[in-house]
Nanobody, 120 residues
Framework: QVQLVESGGGLVQAGGSLTLSCAAS????????MGWYRQAPGKQRELVAE???????SYADSVKGRFTISRDNAKSSVWLRMHSLKPEDTAVYYC??????????????WGQGTQVTVSS
C-alpha cells in the first residue's frame, strides 16, 4: 500500500519561493512516474509538473521556468521548487504516484494535499 506524505506549503508573498516535499512509503518508488497537481477553488485539478522514473521532466506552460520538479529514488522522495510565485498559483497542491514509469497523467495514489497561498 503506497502512502504519500506532503509538506512545505504555506503563505508567501508574490515573487517569493516555496519548496514542496513528498515522501513515499510502501512503494516501488523507483518504478513510478511522480507528479504534482494543483486545484484552485472552483477549478479542476491540473497537472503542474511530472517526472519519469528515469528523471525526465515536463511542466504546464503556466509554470515553465518558475517551477522545478526533482526526485531522489534512494530517498523515495520528490520535490517541487517554486519560484517567482504569483497569486494565481494559489491552490491545494497534491503529490501523485503514477501508474506507469513514464507518466503521471494516470494516478494510482494521491497525497493528502498541501495549501499554497500567494498574496499580492
Amino acid at each position: 500500500q503506497v502512502q504519500l506524505v506532503e509538506s512545505g506549503g504555506g503563505l508567501v508573498q508574490a515573487g517569493g519561493s516555496l519548496t514542496l516535499s513528498c515522501a513515499a512509503s510502501g512503494s516501488n518508488f523507483v518504478l513510478a512516474a511522480m507528479g504534482w497537481y494543483r486545484q484552485a477553488p472552483g477549478k479542476q485539478r491540473e497537472l503542474v509538473a511530472e517526472i519519469t522514473s528515469l528523471g525526465s521532466t515536463s511542466y504546464a506552460d503556466s509554470v515553465k521556468g518558475r517551477f522545478t520538479i526533482s526526485r531522489d529514488n534512494a530517498k523515495s522522495s520528490v520535490w517541487l521548487r517554486m519560484h517567482s510565485l504569483k497569486p494565481e498559483d494559489t491552490a491545494v497542491y497534491y503529490c501523485a504516484y503514477g501508474t506507469t514509469w513514464y507518466s503521471a497523467h494516470d494516478v494510482d495514489v494521491w497525497g493528502q494535499g498541501t495549501q499554497v497561498t500567494v498574496s499580492s
